[in-house]
């Protein structure tokens, strides 16, 4: 997958990360740099809009677990917004880490800063 799978844009009071596509090992990197990125920007709130994702490996959940550890560690909030296509809510129940982060059913929710985990279906 190349790199515009991955891009990222600042909104106030936060940096929107967004993944378009199918996330593996080959997206991983460039996911890891933008939410580094995220990170260094000092804002205090991160979405990394999912709602265009179709498929994630667990390299990405890697990244990403790793992406919420360390906004959680400095102070800062990571959301992740839907809405979720059920293979990756199915990526999150089977691993168990659905009840780890944080999740936003949409943009719209997580720029108002709601955080809530999402609706089963």
Known sequence: ???EAVSHADIPGARVVRLVGEADLDT????????TGALASGRPLTVVDLSRTTFADSTVLGVLLRAHTLHEEAGLRLLLAGPLDDVLLRLFDVTGTRAHLRFAADMDQAVGHGDRHPERG
């Not at 990197?29 to 933008?34: I, Q, S, T, V």
């Open 28 to 35: 991983a990197e460039a996911l890891d740099g933008a939410l």
């Open 1 to 3: 997958m190349p790199d």
